[in-house]
Each structure stands twice: as structure tokens, then as C-alpha cells.
């Protein structure tokens, strides 16, 4: 299973970009990531590593692994967690990056759960979740990088949240990376990774 943990700065990623010789717009990434730092703050993962770490990782899963250069995919993928976890509004994004980021980023939003206590929480969960079926293909994309990112080192994790986030991705999301190739692909070798988890 390919790991997606180089770019933990963005002066590496924009490196290995301009030299991969893609054609993807760098100036449109400055701009994204330097929102996302701004938004994101210090802002930490679970595992103690600056937030904006996860971003570059699902940035790179975008690039490196599955070939995506549409640079409205790759800001989102950059972005995809700042309505979510930061004060950051819709209206915000929409200012600094447009309409067809912000749609993108909305769709991988998870809305505020409705009720109090882990079964609202849940429930809400799901939902957002099997509403990613009627996303568009680009969201569907940010969403397999975001949880790429996130499952690639599961391992990392406790081992009660390892069990439920394996399942959620074996229901969830491998279903959405079907069509994608790449992303079936990788899926597929992730889940021979952690199969005692089942």
C-alpha cells in the first residue's frame, strides 16, 4: 500500500510539483494553502502533527497518486476541512476562491449533528455520508483523498476508533472509489492492510 506522507510543508509539495512538470496551477495552491493556514491556525491532527499536514497529504493523494491536475479538485482537497473545523464560513470561501470551490467544499462538509448525545451524532454522520452518493464526480474526489489521508495510518490510532473507522470506510467510501480506478486500487490495498480489523 502506497503512503502519502512527504509533503509536510508546502514548500516540498510546490517543489515536487513544479518539477513533476504537471500542469497545475501553483499560483491557485499558494493562494489555498496560505487560506488554509490562516483558517486552520494551530489547529492540530490527533496525532499531534500541525493540521495543515493532513491537507498536503490529500493534496498529494490527489497528485501523486491519482493524477488529478483541475484546480478547482486540488484547492478544495486543500480546503475541504475549513467550514468544518474552522470559522471559517461558506460565504468566505466563496470570496477568495468562487463558486465551483466552495460547491466542492460544501459537499464534503459534515453538517452539525441535530440532537445531543453519540446516536444523533452518528446518525448524522451516516447521513452525510450516503449523501455523497449524489455528489459530484470532483467532490467524490476530495472526499477519497481526505479519507485517504486519514486511512493510510489508521495504525496510529486507537484501537477501538481503528475498528469503527475501518468499517465506516469499508461502507462508506470504498463503494464511492469504484469508479475511480486509482482509488479502487488503492482502497483495495488498504483494506488487505488492515483486514484484522474486521
Not at 460544501?106 to 449523501?131: E, F, H, I, M, N
Amino acid at each position: 500500500m502506497e503512503l502519502f506522507t512527504r509533503w509536510h510543508a508546502w514548500d516540498t509539495a510546490r517543489a515536487d510539483i513544479a518539477a513533476s512538470g504537471a500542469d497545475i496551477g501553483l499560483d491557485g495552491l499558494d493562494k489555498a494553502v496560505a487560506a488554509a493556514e490562516r483558517w486552520h491556525g494551530d489547529q492540530l491532527r490527533p496525532t499531534g502533527a500541525p493540521y495543515v499536514e493532513h491537507l498536503l497529504e490529500a493534496l498529494e493523494v490527489l497528485v501523486r497518486g491519482a493524477g488529478v491536475t483541475a484546480p478547482a479538485v486540488l484547492s478544495a482537497a486543500i480546503l475541504h476541512d475549513t467550514v468544518e473545523d474552522t470559522p471559517a464560513t461558506l460565504a468566505d470561501v466563496e470570496a477568495e476562491f468562487g463558486p465551483e470551490v466552495t460547491e466542492l467544499v460544501d459537499w464534503v462538509t459534515k453538517p452539525p449533528a441535530t440532537g445531543t448525545g453519540r446516536q444523533a451524532k452518528r446518525a448524522s454522520r451516516a447521513a452525510y455520508l450516503r449523501r455523497l452518493n449524489d455528489a459530484p464526480r470532483e467532490a467524490v474526489l476530495v472526499k477519497l483523498a481526505d479519507r485517504a489521508s486519514n486511512v493510510q495510518t489508521l495504525d496510529r490510532m486507537p484501537p477501538d476508533f481503528q475498528r469503527r473507522y475501518y468499517a465506516e470506510t469499508l461502507t462508506y467510501i470504498v463503494p464511492l472509489a469504484e469508479g475511480e480506478p486509482w482509488f479502487r486500487d488503492w482502497y483495495s490495498s488498504w483494506r488487505r492492510r488492515f483486514a484484522h480489523l474486521q
